[in-house]
């Protein structure tokens, strides 16, 4: 709209051509100088000029939008848009109706939780034929330290809908429909990803889930990821540095990209590694001392953060995190724009993860986005030592 021509807004032709005979001919021309400057520039009077900037403003300026407009446009936007059912109740409420298509959904926490259960369970749900609630499509699974199981996925299945996957043939055809991607390295993992547009369509691939981000970008800086353990290797923040920075931000922007090119959730999963001290200080709730932090470790429950950085968390639309508190597992919806944040009880099951609680708990402060791990005898501290 700035750049909307003048000689096109219905000003009395005589002020028009003098703007012309100035060479202002853009409204963003127009609007950059003060009443008193296009006087000058004009000679022209004041009321002239006021008169001029009122109807340039008037049509160069989107027009107003009620709240229930707004929110009509987004409930229509997403009803075109669709939504992967995650088949947990209470989470699909949350998310008014599943997985969102087109943006980043990330799921993130420590190893053993069951982040690549619940992503085996979401490629099994988008590889169903509609009629069962499924997308009818195919799945990319980019499974980067080979943790995909065909057994696992199958099992679930056939607990979750006995009568489609005792048919024969049905598991075999819904495995078919599964196409696991295992780049051996970050160069490998940048070739497919430019080939994926291309493939997301030629094949009506319905879901792209990439577990785990965390184990590719680690070859940024050559140090592997331990995945057997609770806490990754990566004691520093991915973003440090312009070439890694640079690196990773190209990724995130292609992932984006894919998610709104393909119209089709994106799922990624994210590792958690030991909170610095620098962090533990930058907000007021978390500032503490060096003894308090070692008092707050000797019952072995770490204060962890996602990997990857804060780059990679303003790129995610929905952050669900995978958490295990004293006893107790919770999928915390931490970040999303449609719900407040929530915490949900849930086990794994012979048929995936079910939730114990659809209603949710609603949490405030920092809860919802801390990250805990019980049960290790060692737990790094804020200055990379080790609490033993």
């Known amino acids: 709209m700035a750049n909307k021509l003048i000689n096109q807004m219905g000003l009395p032709k005589s002020i028009a051509n003098v703007f012309a005979a100035r060479n202002i001919t853009t409204a963003k021309e127009a609007l950059s100088l003060t009443e008193f400057e296009l006087m000058e520039v004009l000679d022209v009077s004041l009321a002239d000029v006021t008169s001029a900037i009122a109807r340039i403003s008037e049509i160069t300026c989107p027009p107003y939008q009620t ?80 943790k995909f199981s065909s057994k696992r996925m199958i099992e679930m299945g056939s607990k979750s809908f006995p009568d489609m996957f005792h048919t024969k043939g049905m598991a075999q055809e819904m495995a078919g429909r599964i196409l696991v991607l295992q780049p051996a390295s970050l160069s490998e993992f940048t070739e497919s990803l430019q080939q994926l547009k291309i493939s997301l369509l030629q094949n009506q691939v319905k879901l792209l889930i990439i577990d785990s981000m965390a184990a590719l970008i680690s070859g ?91 780059h990679w968390a303003h790129a995610v639309t929905i952050r669900l995190v995978l958490d295990s508190k004293s006893g107790k597992r919770f999928i915390k919806l931490a970040k999303s724009p449609i719900s407040p944040p929530l915490a949900f009880p849930y086990n794994i099951t012979s048929s995936g993860i079910t939730l114990l609680n659809d209603d949710g708990i609603e949490l405030t402060g920092p809860e919802i986005n801390s990250i805990h791990c019980q049960g290790h005898s060692d737990i790094i501290n804020f200055d990379g030592e080790r609490f033993q």
């Open 67 to 146: 709240a229930l407009t707004l929110m009509e446009q987004r409930v229509q936007k997403e009803h075109m848009g669709g939504h992967l059912p995650t088949r947990l109740k209470g989470l699909d409420n949350a998310l008014c109706g599943g997985i969102p298509f087109g943006v980043l959904t990330e799921l993130v926490g420590p190893a053993g939780i069951g982040k690549t259960q619940l992503c085996l369970k979401l490629a099994l749900l988008a590889s169903l034929p509609t009629a069962y609630g499924g997308l009818g499509g195919r799945v990319i699974y980019i499974d980067v330290e080979s």
């Open 220 to 310: 940024i800086i050559g140090e592997p990821i331990h995945s057997s353990t609770c806490l990754t290797s990566l004691s520093r923040e991915y973003g440090q540095g312009p070439a890694r920075q640079h690196l990773l931000g190209w990724h995130i922007s292609f992932i984006k990209s894919l998610a709104e090119f393909s119209r089709i959730p994106v799922v990624v999963t994210n590792q958690v590694r030991s909170q610095t001290r620098d962090e533990a200080c930058q907000y007021s709730f978390q500032g503490q001392s060096r003894e308090k932090a070692v008092e707050d470790h000797t019952g072995y429950d770490s204060h962890l953060v996602a990997a990857l950085g804060i």
